[in-house]
Structure formats: C-alpha cells, structure tokens
C-alpha cells in the first residue's frame, strides 16, 4: 500500500473525480476527509465509502470558517495531514457577451479564492514532507468557446501550483497539479452535455474515448505517494494525447 498510515483531504471530494480519487487513496491504506457543498452528495459520498477511515463532511471552499472547521475536525480525529487534494470546482458556460458580474464571480471564487484559502488554511496543519495535488485542466492549453471565464480559473491553478511549490520548499512540502482531459462524470451532465457531443469529442480525441475518474485517481496516488518524490511544482496531462499530439486518420 502506497499511502499506508498516511492521512488525506480531498475538496470536492463527494463525486466524480474527487470521489474517485477518495476510494483509490483509501484503497492504498490512507485515512481520508472528503467534503463537499452538497448535503445530498455528501449523503452519497457516505454510502460508497463505507469505511472507518472515511470522514465526510459539507463545507464551502469559498468560506474560510468552513474549511478552518472542516480542517480541525480532522486533524482532531486522524492527526495532521499529509496530502490534501484540492478538487473542488464549477464547470459551467460563460459565454463572453452573456456573462454577468454574478456568474464570473461565483466561478472564480470556486475555482481560483477557494483552491488558494484551502492550501492556505491546510497549510497549519499539513505535515512537512507532505504533498498537495490541485486539479486544473486541459483547458489551460487551449481556447474553449463559451468557457473563458473557467479556463481562466483553471489556468491560474497552473500558477498557483508553481508559485506555490516555490514556497513550501523549505518545509519539503512537494505542490504539483494534474490536469485531466475529458472525464467522463456526472458533472457533464449537469451542463447538459448530451451523448452525442461525447461521441463527437471522443472521435477528436486520439485516443478514440473519454478518459475514466479512476485513471485520474491513480495518478493522484502517484503524486502524493513517495513514487514521485523527485517532482514538484509539475503538472501532469492526462488527456489521451489530445493535447500533445494529432488524432489518427
């Protein structure tokens, strides 16, 4: 087991990838927090992961009493961590004419404050020698029409991610991201993304399909185990090579 005797906390962690990645770090011996927004996912959340060393609990990453709260109610339970995920965001469209003040700032204080005050308010009780995974996206790589605005949140991950691993190296704390391709979860669906445009994205994808949750959940045990000792401030393309290479004829 790769993350035996380590402990975890995921935001975002009560689906989709999040909830992925909450089984595979379980899986490989961690004790793990997941919260989310949602008291009905988190009710899910507590179904899937049957386990004594599962603490699931609602929170909002835009509020820092929630994830002081959220924080302290762990470490109270498991000790200080050793790896917090930070997967918690908002996908939805934002057409650059249609886009108002209100949704521009609910994406950004998801996406971009809520990633920056979780690691800030983890950062008291994260072990040295501790790892922090966020999760940004493809959509760092190239334009998107319709979703500048997330693009841009995610993009900033990317920096934090750098900047970030910059100043934690004293206390030998490693920061890397991941940035997922297309991930076949329910938040597609969410945004009414029907099956016909997947099978329209996976013929662009040279890989010929969307990619699975738990592939990216893999990857995070990769990041937070001792595998990836020497990387910090990296970010990983999981994307099926759409980014890096031309789909086949």
């Known amino acids: 087991m790769k993350l ?7 935001t975002g962690g009560t689906s989709g990838i999040g909830l992925a990645i909450a089984k595979e770090f379980l899986a490989e011996g961690a004790k793990v927090a997941v919260f989310g927004k949602s008291q009905k996912s988190s009710d899910t959340a507590k179904k899937e992961l049957d386990n004594n060393n599962a603490l699931i609990m609602v929170g909002d ?11 302290e109610t762990f470490c109270s339970q498991y000790g200080n961590l050793d790896i917090l995920v930070v997967n918690a965001g908002i996908f939805k469209p934002s057409p650059l004419l249609l886009t108002d003040e209100k949704s ?6 998801t996406n971009l404050k809520g990633a920056f005050f979780s690691v800030q308010r983890a950062l008291p009780f994260l072990n040295n020698n ?3 995974i966020l ?4 959509s760092t790589k190239q334009g998107c029409v ?14 934090l991610t750098q900047s970030f691993a910059a100043e934690l190296l004293q206390r030998h704390i490693r920061v890397n991201s991941i940035s997922p391709g297309f991930i076949r979860t329910p938040l597609q669906d969410k945004v009414g993304i ?5 099978i329209q994205v996976e013929s662009s994808i040279p890989m010929k399909r969307c990619g699975k949750p738990n592939e990216i959940a893999k990857a995070a045990v990769f990041l937070a185990s001792n595998d990836s000792s020497y990387m910090t401030g990296a970010d990983l393309l999981i994307d099926g090579g759409l980014i890096n290479i031309s789909p086949p004829f």
């Open 135 to 138: 999760i940004a996206s493809t």
């Open 61 to 71: 990453v835009t509020k820092l009493h929630d994830l002081d709260k959220i924080y």
């Open 4 to 10: 035996l005797a380590k402990t975890a906390a995921i």
């Open 104 to 109: 521009f700032q609910e994406i950004m204080d």
């Open 130 to 132: 501790g790892s922090i």
């Open 194 to 198: 029907t099956e016909e445009m997947i």
């Open 146 to 159: 319709d979703f500048s605005v997330y693009n841009a949140s995610k993009a900033a991950l990317i920096s």
